[in-house]
């Protein structure tokens, strides 16, 4: 069974700029939320997505968006880049969407802004 | 708001030693659940265990094992002789009933380092 794979890996960006992340969850997995992890703040939670519907969001400006399609698939898209948006962005696919359930993490894509 | 307190930043430990890593968290919630992460160099956080608020037994996987305490509000994990490959960072994290979903709150990790 193929994992949870987010592409691109790298990303080198300029301040100002918008950029697109994605994730393909596990097959039938149907919840996939989106995590931010810098050496200052840690692992923090952006926001999650289950059957094509955002069902939480952390608390991050409005810059930061996401949309998952039907078949599970998801993005997130940073506007207007700043610096401080440099930072590892894991994506995180369940099977459902609750409390106890396992989160199976990709690789993440390693965005830089510059 | 819920918080996840992980005090030790890094650990160093010689092959084969037990090794304790601390986790306290803080909710208001009564219905939560607790899990362990591990995170190798390759980035992607591995999935090591997860404990509901209302099962306070402890739980022993090879050479790992959890304790919960809610008196205490910890859910320590320990590793038994230590190997090389266990180096990594852990991460401890909380899950709410409140507001449903998967929406978890992460400590700020403890780089364990084995060595030879």
């Known amino acids: 069974k193929a994992g949870v794979t987010q592409t691109p890996r790298y990303l080198i960006k300029t301040r100002g700029q918008q950029v697109t992340l994605s994730c393909s969850p596990i097959s039938g997995h149907r919840s996939v939320s989106w995590y931010q992890q810098t050496p200052g703040q840690g692992l923090q939670f952006l926001f999650e997505?289950?059957?094509?519907?955002?069902?939480n969001k952390g608390n991050f400006p409005g810059r930061f968006s996401g949309r998952q399609f039907s078949n599970s698939r998801s993005e997130m898209n940073v506007s207007t880049l700043e610096l401080g948006d440099s930072a590892l962005y894991l994506c995180?696919?369940?099977?459902?969407?609750?409390?106890?359930?396992?989160?199976?993490f990709g690789q993440g894509t390693r965005l830089t802004v510059v | 708001a819920q918080k996840v307190t992980q005090a030790q930043t890094e650990i160093s430990v010689v092959e084969k030693e037990d090794v304790t890593l601390d986790c306290v968290y803080e909710t208001r919630d009564t219905t939560y659940y607790l899990f362990w992460y591990k995170q190798p160099p390759s980035g992607e956080l591995v999935f090591l265990i997860r404990r509901n608020s209302f099962d306070e037994q402890n739980e022993i996987s090879g050479r790992y094992s959890w304790n919960f305490q809610k008196s205490t509000s910890s859910f320590n994990f320990t590793i038994t002789a230590s190997q090389v490959v266990d180096s990594a960072v852990y991460f401890c994290?909380?899950?709410?009933?409140?507001?449903?979903?998967?929406?978890?709150?992460f400590g700020t990790g403890t780089q364990l380092k084995v060595e030879l």
């Open positions: 994290a909380l899950n709410i009933l409140t507001g449903g979903g998967n929406k978890l709150t």
């Open positions: 995180a696919s369940s099977p459902a969407s609750q409390m106890n359930t396992e989160a199976f």
């Open positions: 997505y289950f059957s094509e519907t955002q069902r």
